[in-house]
């Protein structure tokens, strides 16, 4: 079968370094074709050029079999290119119809025709199995439903091909699912579907092909039923990887010593029910459950972020009180949030700046941390975690996902705290990041920090945790110990109502 | 079932009938189409310039040269017609130069990437600048074709008038509404207003949106000059000082978010309308200082602000709740 969409020999430098080095992509109508790759490998910037958004250096495009060259978003759109990103998707304060047909509305006489829009919007949605009120604005309705609004609008508008970056980030189990099944009819339908992203195994539940990128080039594409799973990480590293699938990690029982941190009946309504929470030092408390379930909450109670509505925190028996960030920094904690982008980093200061800002808040501005101390600190977390580019001047925007997680943990570490909070340290970012991260919590473990890691990553959760607490319905409703760990004790937790704990 | 995101605007409305009620109740001669009309009348400048003025908030802007241009507007166009200029020629001159001043900014904002506000901030410098150079004195003038226009009137019941500059308003409102509500113009400003980021790669032309914007915004400040030299028969460059200001607190206490994204044109109308009815009831009073006005629309800004976000924070909670429930 004929190629729906072909590129050949794309080249794209940035500042003089190369990107995309002589990548040939290759698309076919009816399949979903998952482009994989660590961070930092191309799979962005080729999308952006593919969809328009960049323009390439070298190379060639052909859609059906003719030359285009999409010089923005819109003119891809137009040739039937039609992309859904991750985090900037549609517009909130606009209504579901407006946002459907933006840019393309039904006019008579210049003038837009809203009832009729209204209807085409209707019925476009009711083929995707969503009830939508169109009149409602979009901020109304769950980044689930959005996000089958925003692939309606990019399939009604391009009809070819569609590019899915980082579709299911942000969806719980059922709504990927919900999301699959749209999926599935579109591919039905003959439409050509890229889908970028970091979950191996929803690859294998919708892909037909992968194609792996690594370091700007094509390393590999086939079809998904040729590839197991254990060669695609290969492909995908570059090297063979044992593939850390719950293996329990042997020194991550719980020592004997008393708590250091305890949470008595803390909680804030609205947000999470009271819980119980001991952390000792030389242990990490990891934290399941499903999006939504107050994963975040209870971290942001932890960490003074906001401020618990019952319940009493102590620090080595004594009663403390955490109304804010800045006590819970004067009591040795910190916390990498789940949100880097917007939470986490500053994205126009430079690595060095980033590393040492927790611990100049912890002294305050009449304590300037000196020039040569800022240095010693950045150049040590650079090099204890392989921060890449090495470059401590560089703005810290520039870094990949995963190296700014590295970052923004230096950050924490510098202050040497006693309690880590980690909320999600391995959200998007690649395999090779990700594994030494997960060394890296083990590490400090075993240097007697006492640390909470909440994950969606079950598997990663059973390998480096002493106990598992699980939330469900914004309560913790089980705490795993010892042989109690595994992945499937997790799930059943999970799936258990908050309201019966 | 009102929608909450037009609850501020329900509130204004609210708000506006209540006060007129509560005049009417203390002052019953308030209550005529005499009265209505000079209240028009009186604050249509303000309303024009209004107009243009939500459009650029909706679109998440500013536009501090507002007051300038008004003023720039009425001194140029004064000593034109003493020159011998005929006013309508006049008038189309001003109109095109306010227009270009704007398309101008709006082309700076977008090509420097400057925040509007520091742009219109030069912008109203240099109005007000090119003003005083123009004269520094008041610029009195009579000419048959301006009082014409002050003439064209319809008569309301018991000696009230809809003047020309009250049509002029409403009609500003009108088209303003329909450039809202009903033209790709009006959708790719309130796409602005809600990320110019998402707005650009949903393919909405930022350049030509914001150009237009201002460009548009330049326009009802040019024809909100036109009104005024017609109110008060002159130009004077030292006249209509942070009308922008004015004009800002029309509209956000018509309902519009302040950085941008939500809110009504007619919401604006309102807006203009209350700052209208405490300056009346102040007149009306005669014991008040007009201070008072400044007051009341602080006071009614400080509501509105926390309104919205009262109901922001609402519907967070809303959504937050459904996403618990599952659905």
Known sequence: MDAVLTARGIDKAFFGVKVLDGVDFDLHGGEIHALLGENGAGKSTLVKILTGAYRRDAGTMQLGGISVEPRSVAEAQDLGIGTVYQEVNLLENLTVAENLYLGRQPRRYGLIRRARMRDDARALLTRYGIDADPDETLAHYPVAVRQIIAIARAVDLSGKVLFLDEPTASLDAREVQALFTVLRQLRAQGMAIVIITHFLEQVYQIADRVTVLRNGRMVGSRAIADLPRRDLVALMLGRELAEATGQRDPDATPPDTPAAFRFQGYGKRGSIAPFDLDIRPGEVVGIAGLLGSGRTETARLLFGIDRADSGQATVDGQPVTLTSP??????????????????????????????????????????????READALAERYIKALDIRPPDPNRPIKFLSGGNQQK?????????????????????????????????????????????????????????????????????????????????QAIVDAMAQPGAAA | MIRARNLPFVATV????????????????????????????????????AVGMTFVILSGGIDLSVGSVIAFTSVFVAVLIRAGVHPALAFALALALSTGFGALMGLTIHALKMPAFVVTLAGMFLARGAAFLISTDSVPISHDFLRTLKGLYISLPDKGRLTFLAMLMLAAFVIGVVLAHRTRFGANVYALGGSSQSAELMGVPLRRTTVQLYAFSGFMAGLAGLAYTLYTSAGYSLATVGVELDAIAAVVVGGTLLTGGAGLVLGTLFGVLIQGLIQMYIVFDGTLSSWWTKIVVGLLLFAFIVLQRLILLASERRAAMRAAHGG
Not at chain 1, 361 to 366: E, I, K, L, T
Not at chain 2, 33 to 46: E, H, P, S
Request: with cysteine; proline share 4%.
């Open chain 2, 14 to 49: 609210v708000i506006f009938l209540l006060a007129y009620a509560l005049c009417a109740l203390q002052f019953p001669n308030m209550l005529s189409f005499r009265v209505a009309g000079n209240l028009l009348t009186d604050n249509a400048f303000l309303g024009i310039a």
């Open chain 1, 407 to 487: 970052a923004i943990l230096a950050r924490w570490l510098a202050t040497d705290p006693r309690l880590l909070i980690l909320d999600e340290p391995t959200r998007g970012i690649d395999i090779g990041a990700h594994a030494e991260i997960i060394n890296l919590i083990a590490r400090l473990r075993a240097d007697g920090m006492a640390l909470v890691v909440i994950s969606s990553e079950i598997e990663e959760l059973v390998a480096y945790s002493s106990r598992i607490v699980v939330l469900s319905d914004r309560h913790h409703v089980r705490e795993l110990r010892g042989d109690q760990i595994n992945a």
């Open chain 1, 326 to 371: 800045e006590d819970a920094i004067r009591l040795g904690f910190g916390m990498c949030p789940e949100e880097r982008k917007s939470d986490g980093i500053v994205g126009d200061l430079s690595l060095r700046q980033n590393i040492v800002l927790a611990l100049q808040a912890r002294r305050g501005w009449a304590h300037p941390v000196p020039r």
